[in-house]
């Protein structure tokens, strides 16, 4: 998939977030876990999102690493029991459109980074990955993620 890449400004957000520690074999597991609470606070809370949820990655993944899972949400929510409300950096960011399975989003990433460094700049982090539709309500090779790298 050939990818285009564009410099966008991203607006800082707040949002109900759960922080995870994962590897790469667990990460499905723990934005799964994450969601899932994030879901059971906004309801008991009376949050109302504001966007597609979003996961915040290091600019350079290991074996384990820490991922911030983060849904937007208009002012008023209160955090629980494991999940907290932040307000999330925006900035400048080098971002692309992926299409298809999650398991290609390597791709993606390796384009954005390419990109990044053919300007003369240098990727940092944190990396967005924004969900614009989810698993289960379209086919895998219809998902649709935003890629989002921020560079100095």
């Not at 993944?61 to 907290?84: D, L, N, Q, R, Y």
Request: aromatic letters at 8%; hydrophobic letters at 45%; a negative charge.
């Amino acid at each position: 998939m050939a990818y285009e890449v564009q410099v966008k400004e991203v607006p800082p957000h707040l949002a109900l977030t759960v922080r995870k520690r994962a590897s790469m074999a667990t990460i499905s597991e723990a934005l799964g876990e994450a969601f899932g609470a994030i879901m059971a606070s906004a309801e008991a809370s009376g949050a109302r999102f504001v966007g597609p949820p979003f996961a915040l990655y290091p600019a350079e993944v290991t074996a384990e690493f820490g991922v911030v899972i983060c849904m937007p949400i208009a002012p008023g929510a209160t955090a629980s029991e494991g999940v907290a409300v932040e307000e999330i950096a925006g900035g400048a960011v080098a971002t692309t459109l992926h299409k298809g399975a999650y398991s290609g989003l390597g791709a993606a990433y390796g384009a954005v980074q390419a990109w990044i460094v053919a300007q003369g700049k240098k990727p940092v982090g944190p990396c967005r990955e924004v969900y614009l539709n989810e698993p289960g309500q379209v086919p895998d090779d219809e998902l649709l993620t935003e890629i989002d790298w921020p560079f100095v």
